[in-house]
């Protein structure tokens, strides 16, 4: 494919991008791959949708996002265009939640802790950062609010166990001479979750810098945004709910 996509021709306009035929579906059950339809790409977002309690000013604003990631489907760099709107729903939804003077009121209160603390000023914005951290230090999100949280423990224990089989086959390889050896599915006990993972921080400390590169112009182009949505999705159904 040229580098420029150009406009896409009136008679492919209903077509799949083909960049969408590249990856597959696997179900982590059962090992299989499958081709990837619209209909699974549809029911990947379908499943990610604010509660009834969130006002409707951010819910569509949220879903002109969740929109733009069905389109995707006919126009793969649209997925990186619904990862910055979904960006900017959860700035919106916070300045909603929070207000224009309580954000003042509580930037000027840590700016004066600070000072008072070290001697130094502080630079604060009024951006998704501090928002984050207000809603932190105001408990209006908690770690046991997001799904990844309750998966972190998993995943670890899992990329653990993966990591020490990709290292003992390659040595395997080396001392055997072989040119291939099999590995052993994967078998978790599910553990408990991890109470010294702080994920909350973890969305304040990296998600800032994702929305500022789309804000500054970004030439990203990939299709792993769905992460996203289930991020922000709980995000605001936790701070509305509050």
């Known amino acids: 494919m040229d580098q420029r996509d150009g406009l896409k021709p009136f008679n492919e306009i209903l077509e799949p991008d083909v960049r969408n035929k590249y990856f597959e579906h696997i179900n982590l059950q059962t090992g299989q791959s499958y ?6 790409h549809y029911q990947e977002i379908e499943r990610y949708h604010l509660a009834n309690h969130v ?11 969740r929109n733009i990631y069905v389109y995707a489907w006919f126009q793969y760099n649209f997925f990186n265009i619904a990862e910055a709107q979904v960006l900017i729903v959860l700035e919106l939804a ?4 929070v207000g224009k003077e ?17 001697g130094k000023k502080l630079s ?18 908690c770690n046991e609010g997001f799904t990844r949280w309750h998966q972190y423990a998993t995943r670890q224990a899992y990329f653990k166990q993966t990591n020490g089989q990709r290292k003992w086959a390659k040595d395997e390889m080396k001392r055997t001479e072989k040119e291939r050896i099999d590995l052993s599915e994967v078998v978790l006990e599910r553990p408990l979750p991890d109470s010294s993972y702080n994920h909350v921080q973890f ?6 810098r994702s929305r500022n590169d ?11 945004v769905i ?8 995000f605001i159904n936790q701070i509305f709910s509050k």
């Open 124 to 141: 604060l914005s009024r951006g998704i950062k501090t928002l984050m951290e207000y809603c932190r230090d105001h408990e209006l999100v």
């Open 203 to 208: 969305l304040i400390d990296h998600t800032n």
């Open 227 to 234: 992460d996203q949505f289930e991020m922000v999705s709980e």
């Open 55 to 65: 006002p409707d000013i951010v819910a569509t604003q949220y879903d002109m996002a």
């Open 214 to 224: 789309y804000a500054h112009g970004s030439t990203i182009l990939h299709n792993q």
């Open 35 to 40: 081709q990837r339809t619209i209909a699974y």
């Open 102 to 118: 309580e954000l003042k009121l509580y930037i000027s209160k840590r700016k004066k802790e600070h000072q008072r603390r070290t």
């Open 94 to 97: 916070m300045k909603e939640r």
